[in-house]
């Protein structure tokens, strides 16, 4: 008799808060619900006993598949997987996701993985379940990798699929209510969501066209309105994070879109991401008419802020269309979170002051726009990871030592920490405090913490305005205190002293 049960497994991704829904694992698992399987789902942020579960599911198990991302995921999902290697041997162990399509050679290597699905996952996983179910030899199936007396064997690419003929997600095998984001009204139900896979783009730091070939794969506009009904009228969802690479690529899509979410009266809200040329290219009546169909933000990564920066970066942008795009966002009433990153191999001393003069500039137009700094982390696959090696930054050899690389915090070797807390002071404290939001000037207003959001938004705003970010005592016990919280308090709310939002 054909086994019927597989297990996909999520690992803790170590986030404090704002848990995003597994879409990789309901994508994958849609091909396999639909043709009979019984899928289950384990988060391993929220439940712990994967022990017990698989216990209690080893005699049906096909197999047990994981997820990867590069850095705190690869923990959970390496110990998983070594557990079940350790105590039933006979189940295969398959992994996926963006860490493993990079790596793939390294790691096979690992004893505690029997296969690995590189790219995207939905076809590949479900051939590999029918394949090991009928005791045929998986070998030849497109996308996979494996051992072979000790040797990584890695076949062929299947061409990507178009995901309109995938079949529709099964959000049924996870509780959509434990996946909470930044709610806009008392009530509202969050939920991440892609209509889209792949970027035409080529930034210099981006794993993307390593894995989609620079391809962009889209849903058309009914199946994107369908799906999304069907999240609202069944799980009763209200508010959207549309986390595609590019949501805005094809304007005659996001217009047809916006026009069935209007037509079938969805009342959603929703955020997208965009370039900063797509802000450029995108007519005034069309952005309205998003807002009128529930767009309320959107993300476009900056990333650098002037030229050369962008250049260095292979953007593709222009540095002078980013004051006139938050300028367009303003007049259409859309917020923005426009993100940078620093720390990039061979940056100019400038780059800190310039990004963050763009950033005041920025917050003058829009004071609710969150501009989050990131430091530059070399991901395998694109050509400032190439540059990063050859500046000395030595990347982990083994899966294991990759578990270990802190994606948070900037981990090259020129990063020095005086650099590391003049970004961290300003992104953090100084320009959000002096700019404040809405919801900062709430909490400057009311509240038990006002007098000391008033005082920190006074020095803050001072501060700015004379360029004067010495004899920082004011950051420093902020600073202690959040890593005080960040350490014992697992859920990092917002009651905490916090001036991005
Ligand atoms: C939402 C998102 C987040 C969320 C949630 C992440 C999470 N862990 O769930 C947040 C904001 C927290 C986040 C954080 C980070 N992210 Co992020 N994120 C994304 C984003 C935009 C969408 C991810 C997603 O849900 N995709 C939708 C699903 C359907 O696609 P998928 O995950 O690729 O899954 C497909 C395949 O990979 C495969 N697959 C995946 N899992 C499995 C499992 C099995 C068994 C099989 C067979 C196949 C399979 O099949 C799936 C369907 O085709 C992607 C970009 C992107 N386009 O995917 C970046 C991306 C995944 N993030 C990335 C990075 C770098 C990060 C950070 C490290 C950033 C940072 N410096 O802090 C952190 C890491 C946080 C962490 N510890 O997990 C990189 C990953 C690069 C890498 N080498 O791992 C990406 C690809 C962005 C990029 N283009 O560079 N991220």
Redesign the pocket.
């Known amino acids: 008799m054909k086994k019927k049960k597989i297990l996909?497994f999520f690992p803790d991704?170590?986030?404090k808060y704002m848990f995003?829904v597994?879409?990789?694992?309901i994508?994958?698992a849609a091909p396999l619900v639909e043709n009979g399987y019984d899928v289950r789902i384990f988060d391993q942020r929220f439940d712990r006993d994967y022990k017990g579960l698989i216990r209690k599911m080893a005699n049906d198990l096909v197999c047990v598949?994981?997820?990867?991302?590069?850095?705190?995921?690869l923990h959970g999902a390496i110990e998983v997987s070594r557990w079940i290697k350790a105590q039933y041997p006979g189940i295969p162990v398959?992994?996926?996701?963006?860490?493993v399509?990079?790596l793939t050679e390294q790691s096979i290597q690992a004893p505690f993985i029997d296969y690995i699905?590189q790219?995207?996952?939905?076809l590949?996983?479900l051939d590999l379940v029918e394949h090991l179910n009928s005791g045929r030899s998986p070998g030849q199936i497109p996308n996979l990798a494996y051992r072979e007396n000790g040797r990584g064997v890695v076949n062929a690419k299947r061409p990507l699929i178009d995901i309109n003929t995938l079949p529709m997600k099964p959000y049924h095998l996870v509780d959509l209510a434990r996946y909470e984001g930044r709610r806009l009204t008392l009530g509202d139900r969050y939920l991440?969501w892609?209509s889209s896979?792949g970027c035409p783009f080529r930034c210099a730091f981006?794993?993307?066209p390593l894995?989609y070939e620079r391809r962009w794969l889209a849903l058309a506009p009914t199946r994107m309105a369908d799906e999304i009904q069907q999240l609202v009228t069944r799980f009763g969802i209200t508010q959207f994070g549309f986390?595609?690479?590019n949501f805005f690529i094809d304007l005659k899509r996001v217009e047809q879109f916006v026009d069935l979410i209007l037509a079938r009266d969805l009342r959603i809200k929703w955020t997208g991401t965009i370039r900063i040329s797509g802000i450029r290219r995108i007519p005034m009546p069309l952005l309205l008419k998003c807002k009128q169909a529930g767009l309320h933000m959107v993300h476009p990564g900056v990333e650098g802020a002037t030229q050369p920066m962008l250049d260095y970066m292979d953007k593709m942008e222009k540095a002078e269309d980013t004051v006139p795009a938050a300028e367009k966002l303003k007049r259409a009433g859309i917020k923005s979170l426009f993100s940078f990153i620093v720390g990039l191999p061979d940056e100019p001393a400038s780059n800190v002051q310039d990004t963050f003069d763009m950033i005041e500039a920025l917050k003058r137009i829009n004071p609710e726009n969150i501009m989050p700094v990131?430091f530059y982390?070399p991901?395998?696959g694109n050509r400032l990871y190439d540059i990063s090696c050859r500046l000395g930054f030595r990347p982990p050899q083994t899966l294991e030592a990759w578990a270990d690389f802190n994606?948070?915090v900037g981990i090259t070797p020129w990063l020095t920490e005086r650099y590391r807390q003049e970004v961290m002071k300003r992104d953090k404290y100084y320009y959000p405090a002096a700019y404040p939001s809405q919801v900062m000037r709430n909490k400057m207003r009311q509240g038990s913490m006002r007098h000391l959001y008033r005082l920190l938004h006074k020095i803050a705003a001072w501060r700015v305005k004379r360029g004067n970010f010495k004899l920082d005592l004011d950051w420093k016990l902020l600073y202690a205190y959040w890593r005080f919280w960040a350490k014992y308090n697992r859920k990092l709310r917002l009651h905490n002293i916090n001036f991005r939002w």
Do not use: K
């Open positions: 996909l991704t170590g986030e995003n597994p879409l990789s694992l994508w994958v598949g994981v997820s990867s991302l590069t850095g705190f995921q398959v992994w996926g996701g963006w860490h399509s990079i699905i790219g995207q996952g939905e590949p996983l991440a892609m896979v981006c794993a993307d894995v986390w595609d690479d990131n982390t991901y395998p994606t948070r």
